[in-house]
């Protein structure tokens, strides 16, 4: 037979693809399990032939499983890891001894049966390896071992399946073979008698080779076949010594997207010479990957970035938020999540509930504020805090809760400020002049540097001054407070206006523009007082039943999301149904047109008593002594100065605004009273 007729056959050599679940697995296992013990791993990998890109063999967490199943359309891989405890004794290695060790187990599976029960044994690997778990750096090379036989000559030309006549017969019986079966088969063809079978391997019959093809999952998308026909040659030929110097029919499976195998190759080989690989001290071997290089070498691989658990934190916590975007919420963008910088008013039940939810969206930049003491009475209605943390005695709320915020996710940017939060009616007195002028110049400075303000202090006064300076900094402010059995969320009106605010008229509703609605205190007629003084201990301490809390800043958080998510953010306009009732009032509700992730309204009231919520919209009051024009006016022309005129007396703001007239007025004038739900503050104690 001419050259031209008869060529050496070539493999495609297999390509390693490693996962960093792999090294991220390897870390945890020597650091928990293996400790000083070198002692080799049993491991697996996988590989597919369909839609096959190079030749790759994967490995990830999962192979250290004992029983680890492989990926849909894939086939597995008995593996080995010698993971070494110093870079010396990597180096130092006898790797040609270690190679024949690994080659001569193969053999072995050859010769005794076991690849015939269990083909899978004929993609065998090994992995040696060097774990520089300091520096998150893993030194590796893999090797698949294979015995060096006599060369297998190819005969005629490479066929394609889709070429062969009676091709549909083929398909047929190959169909008919479980896909877990087909990494090693024999297709038995009889075009005579019009038999078409696959047929597993161990049903080999040596006399029928002429009607056999020799198939195999092929995950090569070269010319050349995948390197694990050369160890199933090698079998066949050892189980069936008469097969030397007999013509031999390979058939590679390669499927395409579709799951078709029109485009699988048949090789027809010959080898010459006989070999028997019985005799192992005189087998030699080889199979060492070459590097990136292309030189006989190890691999590095450098995981700092995503092995750091701090980065690892990161990564866990972003994929549910990035999940959300496969299919659910395709336009969520994370990453105005991740860059708002969130400042929390209180650090009490309400602020440690808030502060967790914003961990869980992916917030990053969280500040408390609170004078608080963690006490014995807060571990266990505040999440953030532990009893150890009530025993020192000295634990501050504010910053222990932006310590253990740390704690949950290393990534996060927090901090906490201890200071006392000045309030309208309670007078400040000449020693402490000094101090309150120090902590407003920090809350100022906090307030600027911030993107949302929420407000979850224990106390009605104690919102006014963070109103007054999300208004005058046009930030956007969250409000959430606690009554025993209901609570009311809302988000303050915007004072930025860009051009008028986009609304939609809908029958059936009412519309009110982000920039005009209103804050918390546009529904109060009365400037806010001293709500502790003459108060026994249950009208001090906010008595809530114990998922209010949680429900309050759950909403508190989704709200300011669902804000950040709409194209008008805190301009977004609120609607609500006009008196109307029964059907016709679900139906106008139903018209509520939709942001990003659903409705935006105004605020949310609810009462657990019967488990509903309504969500009334409200207008700025033009007289409101927190938002109101001659309110900011007066703060920024005069500063602390204005500031310490409402701190010595609430009526001063009365007085300001001009609300002190509506005293006078009948209170039936009020649309919406709020001790018809018997709103309270937040607990802080």
């Known amino acids: 037979m001419s050259s031209e007729q008869e060529m050496i056959l070539q493999f495609a050599p297999w390509e390693s693809f490693v996962s960093p679940t792999f090294w991220h697995k390897l870390a945890e296992l020597k650091l928990d399990h293996d400790r000083l013990s070198d002692a080799k791993r049993s491991i697996t990998g996988h590989y597919t032939n369909r839609n096959a890109s190079g030749c790759l063999l994967e490995v990830d967490y999962t192979a250290y499983n004992r029983s680890s199943q492989p990926p849909k359309f894939s086939h597995s891989a008995s593996g080995t890891i010698y993971n070494k405890n110093t870079i010396e004794e990597f180096k130092a290695l006898d790797k040609v001894q270690l190679l024949a060790e690994e080659g001569k187990k193969l053999l072995a599976d050859m010769c005794n049966g076991r690849v015939l029960?269990?083909?899978?044994?004929?993609?065998?690997?090994?992995?040696?390896?060097?774990?520089?778990?300091?520096?998150?750096?893993?030194?590796?090379?893999?090797a698949f071992p294979c015995p060096l036989t006599p060369t297998l000559k190819l005969q005629g030309v490479v066929q394609k399946l889709r070429d062969l006549p009676n091709v549909n017969k083929y398909v047929e019986a190959l169909n008919?073979?479980?896909?877990?079966?087909?990494?090693?088969?024999?297709?038995?063809?009889?075009?005579e008698q019009q038999v078409y079978e696959a047929r597993r391997l161990s049903s080999l019959v040596e006399e029928e080779v002429e009607h056999y093809y020799f198939c195999f999952a092929d995950p090569s998308e070269y010319e050349h076949p995948a390197w694990l026909m050369r160890n199933y040659a090698a079998f066949l030929l050892q189980q069936c010594p008469s097969y030397v110097g007999k013509t031999l029919r390979f058939l590679g499976l390669r499927y395409n997207q579709q799951m078709q195998v029109d485009d699988s190759r048949i090789w027809q080989v010959i080898q010459t010479e006989a070999f028997d690989l019985t005799q192992f001290g005189d087998v030699k071997y080889v199979g060492w990957e070459l590097n990136k290089n292309a030189k006989m070498g190890p691999r590095i691989a450098q995981m700092k970035d995503s092995m750091d658990p701090a980065k690892l934190a990161e990564n866990s916590v972003n994929l549910n938020l990035k999940l959300m975007k496969w299919r659910l919420v395709p336009d969520l963008n994370l990453e105005v999540i991740a860059k708002t910088k969130c400042l929390l008013f209180g650090a009490g039940t309400l602020g440690c509930?808030?502060?967790?939810?914003?961990?869980?969206?992916?917030?990053?930049?969280?500040?408390?504020?609170?004078?608080?003491?963690?006490?014995?009475?807060?571990?266990?209605?505040?999440?953030?805090?532990?009893?150890?943390?009530?025993?020192?005695?000295?634990?501050?709320?504010?910053?222990?809760?932006?310590?253990?915020?740390?704690?949950?996710?290393?990534?996060?940017?927090?901090?906490?400020?201890?200071?006392?939060?000045?309030?309208?009616?309670?007078?400040?007195?000449?020693?402490?002049?000094?101090?309150?002028?120090?902590?407003?110049?920090?809350?100022?400075?906090?307030?600027?540097?911030h993107d949302v303000i929420f407000l979850l202090t224990d106390s009605r006064e104690s919102r006014w001054l963070p109103t007054l300076l999300g208004a005058a900094n046009q930030k956007v402010v969250i409000n959430a407070a606690l009554g025993f059995d209901s609570y009311l969320v809302m988000r303050h009106g915007s004072t930025r206006d860009e051009g008028g605010d986009a609304r939609e008229e809908i029958e059936g509703l009412k519309c009110i523009g982000g920039s005009q609605l209103g804050c918390y205190f546009c529904n109060d007629v009365t400037?806010?007082?001293?709500?502790?003084?003459?108060?026994?201990?249950?009208?001090?301490?906010t008595v809530t039943?114990?998922?209010?809390?949680?429900?309050?800043?759950?909403?508190a958080v989704e709200l300011l999301v669902a804000l950040l998510q709409h194209p008008l953010r805190e301009l977004a306009p609120a609607y609500y149904a006009q008196s109307v009732r029964g059907k016709a009032e679900e139906e106008a509700t139903g018209k509520v047109p939709e942001g990003l992730l659903g409705i935006l309204p105004h605020s949310i009231r609810g009462m657990l008593c019967n488990y509903e919520n309504i969500l009334p919209a409200t207008q700025k009051f033009a007289?409101?002594?927190?938002?109101?024009?001659?309110?900011?006016?007066?703060?920024?022309?005069?500063?602390?100065?204005?500031?310490?005129?409402?701190?010595?007396?609430?009526?001063?703001?009365?007085d300001l605004t001009g609300i002190s007239e509506f005293k006078r007025l009948n209170s039936e004038i009020i649309d919406?009273?709020?001790e018809e739900f018997d709103m309270s503050e937040e607990d802080e104690d």
Not at 118 to 132: H, I
Not at 527 to 534: I, M, W, Y
Not at 627 to 654: D, M, N
Request: glycine share 4%; net charge negative.
């Open 545 to 555: 039943r114990p998922g209010v809390s949680n429900i309050a800043a759950s909403y």
């Open 353 to 449: 509930a808030v502060a967790r939810n914003l961990l869980s969206w992916g917030f990053k930049h969280i500040t408390l504020l609170d004078n608080g003491k963690v006490g014995f009475s807060n571990p266990v209605r505040q999440n953030l805090y532990t009893h150890a943390d009530a025993v020192a005695g000295n634990k501050m709320k504010a910053t222990t809760a932006a310590l253990r915020l740390r704690e949950i996710n290393p990534s996060a940017e927090t901090a906490g400020h201890v200071l006392e939060i000045p309030m309208p009616g309670h007078t400040i007195g000449e020693s402490l002049v000094a101090q309150t002028e120090e902590h407003l110049l920090v809350i100022e400075q906090q307030v600027r540097d």
């Open 117 to 142: 029960a269990d083909p899978s044994l004929l993609t065998r690997f090994f992995v040696l390896s060097f774990a520089d778990l300091k520096c998150h750096s893993y030194y590796y090379w893999f």
């Open 527 to 541: 400037a806010p007082g001293n709500s502790l003084k003459d108060r026994t201990l249950d009208q001090q301490c």
């Open 672 to 674: 919406f009273d709020d």
């Open 176 to 191: 008919n073979l479980p896909s877990e079966s087909q990494n090693f088969f024999i297709l038995y063809a009889n075009a």
């Open 623 to 654: 007289q409101c002594i927190a938002c109101s024009s001659p309110v900011l006016e007066a703060y920024r022309k005069e500063g602390h100065t204005f500031l310490f005129k409402t701190f010595e007396t609430a009526k001063y703001l009365e």
